[in-house]
């Protein structure tokens, strides 16, 4: 069996650098023989992911009066300028503002297609994942920033924006004494049922997740009308999460009751089959209770289209508590540390 299996994988492995050999060739046809063999170069830095080389390759190409338009180079560079990025961002050096100045003065100058316009997308995707390195937190809001102003995304690209803001937005206010848990699992909810919950294929994390966000919406209509100054404050501060659950919003201030029965609803069809309405709706808040007075769980950070968990950063004596008191942390939750 483990012999079938190396000779399986053998297999694929031969096919793919087959499939790569016939690709790179086709991709050397569409270079002028005069930048063919850097052009070559290029494509094997790429490979080995030595992509300072490979755009340094691809910029003297373009550089040059005869390379200057060469799709094929343009779209090289459009793949491993993002990647020089990232490399940048997790190694924390200092030439991340000089890469990033130079990538956005690339897309000024080339024709916004539809490839292009992908290669961008997939670039906010991944660049959200680096979040986790929390000095780059508001420099990724200003490259989504510089994306958006620049008008580099049709506006059939505004969903993706939108998401990248909310992303960043999400580090910002699971650190805001502002906002209790409550809206913070509310505003979670409202990002994972827009941006994520629909490209999930597990069923079981799909239903996990659904289940979480009926629940966090169910506590928003219990919390609201007493804290109504908090929504205001999200619509101030956090435009772009606040849209996530604007709708609810007004829908709980026009009719409470209403909104509360579809939630349940929609609740019921995780529940045992048996179970009363009224069973589950005591059930329901009790829980919401329970959450009012107990401390948060660790802070959770949006990044793309996935959840980051992370066990939260060392907080230190004179800060705000991460519970959402607004107090210090020596005098809330530290206080017997």
Not at 25 to 42: D, H, R
Not at 136 to 157: A, H, M, Q, R, W
Request: proline content about 2%.
């Amino acid at each position: 069996m483990e012999e079938n299996n190396k000779e399986v994988l053998n297999a694929i492995k031969e096919g793919n650098a087959r499939f790569n050999s016939k690709k790179k060739e086709e991709n050397l046809k569409a270079v002028p023989e005069k930048f063919a063999g850097n052009y070559s170069k290029a494509m094997d830095y790429e490979d080995d992911c030595r992509y300072d080389k490979a755009r340094d390759i691809c910029k003297w190409i373009l550089n040059d009066e005869e390379g200057k338009d060469i799709e094929a180079v343009k779209i090289m560079l459009a793949r491993v300028y993002p990647k020089v990025l990232e490399m940048d961002i997790q190694d924390s050096n200092r030439k991340y503002q000089e890469d990033v100045s130079e990538y956005f003065e690339f897309l000024d100058n080339i024709t916004m297609n539809d490839l292009m316009q992908e290669y961008i997308v997939e670039t906010l995707a991944r660049f959200c994942n680096l979040m986790d390195n929390e000095w780059y937190c508001p420099l990724f809001n200003e490259f989504v920033k510089t994306i958006d102003s620049k008008g580099y995304l049709s506006e059939e690209y505004r969903d993706v924006l939108d998401s990248a803001y909310a992303s960043y937005e999400s580090t910002e206010y699971f650190e805001d004494g502002h906002l209790g848990i409550i809206m913070k699992n509310v505003l979670k909810s409202g990002y994972e049922r827009r941006y994520v919950v629909d490209s999930i294929k597990s069923e079981d994390k799909k239903r996990k997740m659904e289940i979480e966000i009926n629940t966090s919406f169910y506590n928003l209509c219990q919390y609201l009308n007493e804290h109504s100054e908090e929504t205001e404050y999200i619509k101030e501060e956090y435009p772009y999460s606040y849209k996530t659950i604007e709708d609810d919003i007004k829908l709980i201030k026009e009719d409470k009751s209403r909104y509360e029965e579809d939630i349940l609803t929609q609740l019921e069809k995780y529940t045992a089959k048996d179970i009363d309405r009224e069973v589950l709706r005591e059930a329901m808040y009790k829980a919401y209770e329970y959450m009012i007075n107990s401390r948060p769980k660790p802070t959770v950070v949006h990044s793309g289209k996935t959840t980051y968990y992370r066990d939260g950063r060392k907080v230190g004596r004179n800060d705000l508590c991460p519970c959402g008191s607004g107090k210090k942390y020596k005098q809330c939750c530290g206080k017997d540390i």
